[in-house]
């Protein structure tokens, strides 16, 4: 693609943005038990654990198949070494919580937590602890403000990137609301299981906010559990190019000095000369080809990862 070769290969440094902490105790995930995603995370899982030993175990709830960490890594899948940590997906969400009735539960420093018995060749028997997701842990909306409608509201967007698997859309709001203030809401962006896969959106009320994280471009995140940096990114939508107004804005100029988008011979004629000549830009990739998640898929020329690499972090980040 011709605006590929147009792409100045900057050293991260040269992007002038100072990393803002924020520490604190997360929000608890919901505790009202009203629909679960059919994907379950399993940790503290024996390391010589089979597919077999867990269908002994799990095929009781109802069908379902095991996806092991690092199975969208291609050199892992030669020899599928269980982390000790891995997911069930069960064709109904009726067998998560025939699982989680039959898992020993207690309520510990803000979390829920839900243990279930299984047995490998080498650890006779062992406590795994299992994570249910739930479904509204992933959308979050300020009190005050229509969940229906906030959608198309708000000044602005950003997409955030790897975000940890501990962090629901209500933690998101929280983190945002106090780094750059005037969140209204927040939604985790999931996979067809309707599972996080470690990106999200922010909706931003005003002006403000929404460029003073932008600007910010990352959030190191430190609570007593884990650390993690996370990537904001402005969220891109499908949009006219602002110059001609004509053509579809293709690409987009996260540079403050532009920040808007441009179609391929608008991005020429702007980017021509002096120091607009170092922007990057981004884009999002067309609809048709987006495999996974369409919010996950941005793909901006400062190299994020893809949706299936968000994933894999999150497996990653969730071996607790
Ligand atoms: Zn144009
Ligand atoms: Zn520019």
């Not at 002994?56 to 198949?65: D, K, P, V, Y």
Request: glycine residues 8%; aromatic residues 10%.
């Amino acid at each position: 693609m011709a605006a590929q070769r147009r792409v100045p290969q900057l050293p991260s440094s040269s992007t002038n943005q100072s990393v803002v902490v924020w520490s604190g105790v997360l929000p608890a995930r919901n505790a009202s038990k009203s629909a679960f995603s059919c994907k379950v995370f399993l940790g503290g899982v024996p390391w010589d654990i089979t597919e077999k030993d867990l269908m002994a175990a799990f095929r009781q709830f109802g069908e379902l198949r095991v996806e092991w960490p690092g199975i969208h890594d291609k050199s892992l899948k030669s020899n599928r070494m269980p982390k000790g940590h891995l997911y069930l997906i069960f064709e109904e969400e009726w067998s998560v919580k025939c699982l989680l009735g039959a898992c020993t539960y207690d309520f510990h420093h803000g979390q829920h937590n839900w243990f279930y018995k299984v047995a490998s060749k080498r650890m006779l028997v062992k406590s795994v602890q299992v994570i249910p997701w739930q479904l509204a842990d992933a959308v979050y909306t300020q009190p005050g403000y229509d969940p229906k409608h906030v959608a198309n509201m708000g000044a602005g967007k950003i997409f955030v990137a790897n975000l940890h698997g501990m962090i629901t859309a209500e933690g998101l709001a929280k983190i945002t609301n106090e780094m750059f203030g005037g969140v209204i809401a927040a939604t985790l962006d999931t996979d067809k299981t309707k599972y996080p896969i470690g990106s999200g959106r922010v909706t931003f009320g005003n002006h403000e906010s929404h460029m003073m994280a932008i600007r910010a471009g990352m959030i190191d995140i430190r609570t007593a559990k884990f650390s993690r940096q996370i990537k904001i990114d402005p969220y891109l939508e499908d949009s006219k190019c602002s110059l001609c107004n004509c053509d579809l804005g293709e690409f987009f100029c996260r540079n403050l000095m532009c920040f808007r988008y441009f179609c391929d011979r608008c991005w020429t004629w702007q980017h021509g000369s002096g120091e607009f000549r170092d922007h990057q830009w981004m884009r999002r990739p067309p609809r048709a080809t987006t495999s996974y998640s369409s919010a996950a898929e941005f793909c901006p020329s400062s190299g994020i990862s893809s949706g299936a690499d968000d994933l894999d972090s999150l497996l990653s980040s969730m071996s607790l």
